[in-house]
């Protein structure tokens, strides 16, 4: 006799969370190269470019794995050498691999919550990475699932009509503003306007400011928007993680902005023939995308050298945990900024909020910093060596790579087949990297009965 459908979901399920508890990291890492592995093949194909050739293998792979670690660069035009189909299967690797993030974030977030014992699991399902029962995974699923489609069929309701009028075409309206709105919440940056970027777009304020929304909420990350679904805006109500990814966000954002509306103020390719209020709208979506988005409506090879610094830095730092954006998270940001300010006041433990934040929590901040600083100087070291280019144009796309920001200053189309490849490894590496990482060392934990003595290095 067959077995039921129910009886067969929950094998499944349970394999899967064999699996996840099992090797968290070869999960993560296993899944990601399946699927980037399955979508380079499908681009490489005839069908999907539109001379009807085969693309090259670098090309393909690069577009595979940024638009499934939802990235963003490209090495070619994306509105032009595409056909039709290959945009379907760019969609297709944007959505799977935006769920996937969010997917394998909970999954490992679950799976470090059952290892560390009650006090963790219960700290994971107030963050609202887990919805009632810990073992539940398939009703974890679900809500992740349920939660991104929701939101961005809210986009494109606002977004197709939008399209249409500016196409005159109801069904090329439906077709850009579903692209659009998966590429925005899942911080992809993919765009089919010419160029790669939404710049054509920059007179239409409702499109655009749309985007940014879509770009700012899929960058919070899941538990967060979870949690505001839960508790609104009542900022008494949030957990410490929804508390401090909110508050650094909303910082960076405004600091960002503040930091390209003058850095540009001058400049005659960007922002300098502007008026004073489109200069802040510019300034403001620029901030917001440098943090994921990866969608430009200014060139962003044109712009000075201190906003390309300025955007490296909020790059790096990328969005929230468990969300589709990169780097390594504004909360390890705020732990690190927090020790310092516990150290400089002699404080012996670092506080905020009313909570305590854990010598392991601290730990693990130091190294996803550590790891992620290291990964973009060896990186940047190598791309400058293949391309011959002085340090700055290399060091942003680097960067924009690690942290799957996707923004670009020409680098990654014009470097030679080897630098392509070593961005797409960062890319790879960049996602699935911090999350992996983190999960690993939160997992490591060996029973030691004994301690050695005590000795302090001097420091500074």
């Known amino acids: 006799m067959a077995p039921a459908p129910a009886s067969a979901l929950r094998r499944a399920s349970g394999a899967v969370t064999a699996v996840v508890a099992g090797s968290p990291a070869r999960a993560a890492l296993s899944a990601f190269a399946l699927g980037a592995l399955l979508f380079t093949a499908l681009l490489t194909l005839p069908i999907a ?46 959505q799977i691999g935006g769920l996937g993030i969010l997917s394998m974030a909970s999954l490992l977030t679950l799976a470090v919550s059952r290892h560390l014992g009650l006090r963790t699991k219960l700290a994971t399902q107030e963050a609202g990475m ?54 925005a919440f899942n911080n992809a940056g993919f765009a089919l306007h010419a160029g790669g970027g939404i710049a054509e777009l920059a007179g239409q304020p409702v499109i655009v400011t749309v985007i940014a929304v879509g770009v700012f909420a899929g960058a919070l990350g899941f538990p967060v928007v979870m949690v505001l679904l839960d508790k609104g805006w009542r900022f008494r109500s949030w957990n410490l993680h929804t508390k401090l990814t909110v508050e650094v966000t909303v910082l960076l954002l405004l600091l960002g902005a503040v930091g390209l509306f003058f850095f540009e103020a001058d400049n005659p390719a960007t922002h300098g023939g502007m008026g ?19 969608f430009a409506i200014d ?29 390594i998270k504004v909360t390890t940001l705020a732990v690190m900024f927090l020790a310092i300010v516990a150290e400089a006041r002699g404080d012996k433990e670092v506080t905020v909020h009313g909570r305590t934040i854990a010598q392991e929590t601290l730990r693990v901040a130091i190294s996803v910093l550590a790891l992620g600083s290291t990964l973009v100087l060896l990186a940047t070291i190598v791309l400058v060596s293949i391309t011959g280019e002085s340090l700055q144009r290399p060091l942003f796309e680097v960067i924009s790579a690690f942290g ?35 999960a690993a060392l939160a997992l490591r934990q060996r029973r030691v009965l004994y301690r050695y003595p005590v000795e302090r290095p001097i420091l500074g």
């Open 49 to 94: 470019a539109a001379d009807g050739r085969p693309t090259a293998l670098h090309d393909a792979m690069f577009t595979a794995v940024s638009a499934f670690s939802v990235t963003g660069l490209t090495t070619v035009d994306t509105s032009t050498h595409w056909s039709f189909w290959g945009h379907l299967i760019l969609l297709a690797a944007m």
């Open 130 to 183: 887990t919805t009632g029962n810990m073992g539940e995974v398939g009703r974890l699923l679900r809500v992740v699932v349920v939660t991104v489609l929701t939101c961005e069929a809210a986009l494109a309701v606002i977004l197709v009509p939008q399209f249409a009028g500016l196409s005159g075409s109801w069904a090329t309206g439906l077709w850009q503003g579903v692209f659009y709105s998966v590429s």
């Open 276 to 294: 004073v209020g489109q200069r802040i709208a510019h300034a403001l979506f620029g901030s917001v995308m440098t943090r994921s988005g990866g």
């Open 299 to 327: 060139d962003t090879n044109s712009h000075s050298p201190e906003s390309l610094l300025l955007m490296d830095a909020l790059m790096f730092v990328g969005g929230g945990s468990a969300s589709t954006a990169g780097g």
């Open 404 to 438: 799957t920001c996707g923004l670009s200053v020409g680098v990654s189309a014009e470097a030679p087949p080897a630098g392509k490849y070593l961005l797409t490894a960062l890319m790879f590496a960049g996602r699935v990297g911090t999350i992996t990482f983190a």
